[in-house]
């Protein structure tokens, strides 16, 4: 797969199928692998981190979930790149579990209530499915000796798809530092376990379609994501701007100011 530069973060330039049978090919080897569901807020959280930049662009796939990178990824002269949305894929993973014979594993959830919903909302939608393993783990940083229990457990379990929904940029980090003690591919799929609980909206396709789809999640959290869209979005289209119209290449060092 081609990665395109967006300011400083590679995206893959693919479609739903290329990039689930991309992280079956993974799965199928056995060893750790982790895939970013990308989109404005973490190009920017890219941009403006040196460690954070190296997490992100050293993942074995980076997906563009959020429509204006793949926007971005055709004004760049990628006419055929398309948005690939993080539920998307996990909702395409998860319905090709069962005959593909994969362990899936759930990684998140802010709470075992809302991770045992996503668990029976999984098996209603996906009777074929087989949840191996889900861990809701505490807002604090988990001990040494309860990571290794995660680890073991998760290795024990032999899963082979382990979504992670814990939070960009989190969940990100999380998935790299496990990467090398893990047999999994994981995949951090951010609010979509709210989405599956119930507790969360998805935007009508006809908002998705034409990139409104943060506006939507705008208007349904104000209170948690004004300052991360007032913030971000802005910078994101300055700075592309410079690297579309002006030709500008930025480092990938992080630290911008």
Same mark, same amino acid.
């Given at each position: 797969?081609?990665?395109?530069?967006?300011?400083?973060?590679?995206?893959?330039?693919?479609?739903?199928?290329?990039?689930?049978?991309?992280?079956?090919?993974?799965?199928?080897?056995?060893?750790?692998?982790?895939?970013?569901?990308?989109?404005?807020?973490?190009?920017?959280?890219?941009?403006?981190?040196?460690?954070?930049?190296?997490?992100?662009?050293?993942?074995?796939?980076?997906?563009?979930?959020?429509?204006?990178?793949?926007?971005?990824?055709?004004?760049?002269?990628?006419?055929?790149?398309?948005?690939?949305?993080?539920?998307?894929?996990?909702?395409?993973?998860?319905?090709?579990?069962?005959? $593909?014979?994969?362990?899936?594993?759930?990684?998140?959830?802010?709470?075992?209530?809302?991770?045992?919903?996503?668990?029976?909302?999984?098996?209603?939608?996906?009777?074929?499915?087989?949840?191996?393993?889900?861990?809701?783990?505490?807002? $604090?940083?988990?001990?040494?000796?309860?990571?290794?229990?995660?680890?073991?457990?998760?290795?024990?379990?032999?899963?082979?798809?382990?979504?992670?929904?814990?939070?960009?940029?989190?969940?990100?980090?999380?998935?790299?530092?496990? $990467? #090398?003690?893990?047999?999994?591919?994981?995949?951090?799929?951010?609010?979509?376990? #709210?989405?599956?609980?119930?507790?969360?909206?998805?935007?009508?396709?006809?908002?998705?379609?034409?990139?409104?789809?943060?506006?939507?999640?705008?208007?349904?959290?104000?209170? $948690?994501?004004?300052?991360?869209?007032?913030?971000?979005?802005?910078?994101?289209?300055?700075?592309?701007?410079?690297?579309?119209?002006?030709?500008?290449?930025?480092?990938?060092?992080?630290?911008?100011?």
């Amino acid at each position: 797969m081609t990665r395109a530069t967006i300011i400083t973060m590679g995206v893959e330039l693919t479609t739903l199928s290329g990039a689930t049978n991309r992280v079956f090919t993974l799965a199928e080897q056995g060893k750790g692998a982790y895939v970013c569901v990308s989109n404005v807020h973490m190009c920017m959280e890219v941009f403006d981190s040196t460690d954070f930049a190296a997490v992100v662009n050293g993942a074995d796939l980076v997906i563009p979930d959020g429509k204006p990178l793949a926007i971005a990824q055709k004004l760049l002269g990628y006419r055929h790149a398309a948005q690939v949305r993080g539920q998307d894929i996990m909702n395409k993973l998860c319905g090709l579990s069962g005959e $593909r014979g994969l362990n899936i594993g759930l990684y998140g959830g802010g709470s075992d209530v809302i991770l045992g919903l996503v668990q029976s909302n999984l098996v209603a939608q996906y009777p074929d499915i087989k949840i191996a393993y889900a861990f809701s783990p505490p807002f $604090r940083a988990l001990t040494d000796e309860e990571n290794i229990a995660v680890i073991n457990g998760i290795n024990k379990a032999k899963v082979d798809l382990l979504f992670v929904g814990v939070g960009c940029p989190k969940q990100e980090i999380w998935m790299a530092e496990h $990467r #090398d003690h893990l047999t999994c591919v994981m995949l951090g799929v951010g609010a979509a376990f #709210d989405f599956i609980a119930g507790n969360k909206k998805h935007a009508p396709r006809w908002i998705q379609h034409i990139g409104l789809e943060w506006l939507f999640r705008l208007c349904s959290e104000p209170g $948690r994501l004004w300052k991360r869209y007032l913030k971000q979005n802005p910078r994101f289209i300055w700075y592309f701007l410079q690297q579309w119209l002006l030709g500008k290449q930025f480092h990938k060092s992080g630290n911008h100011q």
